[in-house]
């Protein structure tokens, strides 16, 4: 990255395939994360690959400045794969520029948002020839397919200590609009589980048993249906124990968010109308209520013409996205409990935890929350939106836990960047003010007190 400019040094990034979910491409995201140390090293950090059972992790270390604080920056340097290959204008791995934007899968998602920080830091250093704070790097190579050695190696104490830091800052999240900065400050939690309900021991013809024996699908439909009342309100019992009632000054700023009033959202989903929960906008469902989804469904005959069959059984997978206050796996405990009792006995049910995820929240208004937000606006020429992430980053969660530290996140990617979809994108203009922004953001940060 030497004499490199910005642009060379984000293509050079964005065409090593590092992929985290194929085996294939294991080298790849090995040599991605070589590739990282080395650009660390010319800056003077103290990088180091850490080799995984899966993909290494990168932790870089800054020169040391006493008195200031420390700056921990998390990104993922994997990325999703390319499939549907065809439906890409330029090959995925070969960052190409129109209109304005490089398009490459990552250009947003995450290795944009990586080389805007690491380019930020070296504009700073070729500026006043030392950094104002110390900043820590640390970068992984499977935040796409579940981050499981970083959070492996968050399980040691000596890792722990490593990383310690005053704050983290993340830019892996969502921004409302080119000329609207976004701040977030919470993410919601995640736990995902299968309901199964078993009718007969193998289908049964529809004339000769039909009326006598309970259908499967219509029995695990009945009994998502009791999932929620009339009022969109979950009906599953203590699912709302400890959730905190949204703060009026998070009402006020979710008002003015781009693209996130109620008519707005319906004409960005296609849907005809928002169902929403009753007594809070869409905006403020999205951000700061929990969810209970099923997110598919399947059973009995689904061939060509028609099969007139009772089905042995029904299958629904299901998520909830989960707020502060919620532990994600006594919601499913709850839950399972909700239809042990809406069971009929004219079946059985079979009910499969999957993987759960934390919520997570800090505070906007610390001293460094409101470095963060004075960074944004004199990047952008406008004081940020405050808002929380509908998604989930459960990794950032664990981070901030076992640091004890707050993490916010700064993100860059635009509601048209296609991250995770083909044509994957971000604005030339966004990356080089993301570029600005970091430089800010560390000038800012430093002058906190720690
Ligand atoms: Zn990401």
């Known amino acids: 990255m030497g004499g490199m400019n910005h642009l060379d040094a984000l293509k050079e990034f964005l065409s090593i395939p590092s992929v985290s979910a194929q085996p294939e491409h294991a080298a790849d995201v090995s040599r991605c994360a070589d590739y990282l140390v080395q650009k660390l090293r010319e800056m003077k950090f103290d990088a180091q690959k850490i080799n995984t059972e899966i993909h290494p992790v990168v932790v870089a270390k800054s020169p040391t400045v006493a008195g200031k604080p420390t700056v921990l920056i998390y990104g993922h340097y994997d990325v999703m794969p390319i499939d549907p290959i065809e439906e890409w204008e330029s090959a995925p791995f070969e960052p190409s520029v129109r ?5 490459a899968r990552g250009a947003s998602d995450d290795k944009g948002e990586i080389m805007a920080h690491l380019l930020g830091v070296r504009e700073l250093l070729a500026e006043d020839g030392e950094l104002p704070l110390n900043v820590i790097f640390l970068l992984e190579g499977e935040e796409e397919r579940g981050s499981t050695s970083l959070h492996n190696l968050l399980q040691q104490p000596e890792m722990v200590k490593q990383l310690g830091c005053d704050i983290i800052v993340v830019s892996d999240t969502g921004m409302a609009a080119p000329d609207v900065p976004s701040f977030s400050y919470g993410l919601k939690g995640l736990c995902c589980f299968e ?4 009718g007969p021991a193998m289908d049964l013809h529809s004339g000769i048993f039909g009326g006598a024996v309970a259908n499967p699908i219509t029995t695990l439909c009945e009994m998502l ?3 929620h009342d009339e009022n969109g309100r979950i009906t599953v019992e203590g699912f709302y124990d400890g959730v905190s009632e949204i703060a009026d000054w998070e009402k006020e700023s979710w008002k003015r968010v781009p693209g996130m009033s109620d008519a707005e959202l319906a004409d960005l989903t296609g849907v005809p109308a928002l169902r929403t929960e009753e007594g809070y906008t869409g905006a403020e469902c999205v951000y700061a209520r929990p969810t209970f989804e099923p997110n598919g469904i399947v059973g009995g005959y689904m061939g060509e013409g028609s099969k007139t069959v009772i089905p042995t059984h029904a299958i629904a997978k299901i998520s909830c996205r989960l707020v ?3 532990d994600p796996v006594d919601i499913m405990r709850k839950v399972e409990a909700h239809f042990r009792k809406v069971c009929p006995p004219s079946v059985r049910m079979k009910f ?3 993987h759960a995820g934390d919520a997570y929240m800090s505070d906007p208004h610390s001293p460094f ?24 980053i459960p990794i950032v969660a664990e981070l901030s836990g076992k640091l004890g530290k707050d993490a916010l996140f700064l993100g860059l990617d635009l509601p ?4 995770h979809s083909p044509n994957e994108n971000m604005r030339l203009e966004i990356f080089e003010k993301g570029i600005s ?8 940060m430093s002058r906190v007190p720690v």
């Open 99 to 103: 209109n304005g934007r490089i398009y």
């Open 195 to 198: 309901l199964e309900v078993r």
């Open 225 to 227: 249906a009791t999932t």
């Open 324 to 326: 502060p206050g919620q």
């Open 352 to 354: 499969t935890m999957q």
């Open 369 to 392: 929350g409101k470095a963060a937000q004075q960074a944004l606006e004199e990047t952008f020429g406008n004081p940020p939106v405050l808002v929380r992430e509908g998604g989930s």
């Open 416 to 419: 048209d960047a296609r991250i």
């Open 437 to 444: 922004m970091v430089k800010n953001l560390l000038r800012l």
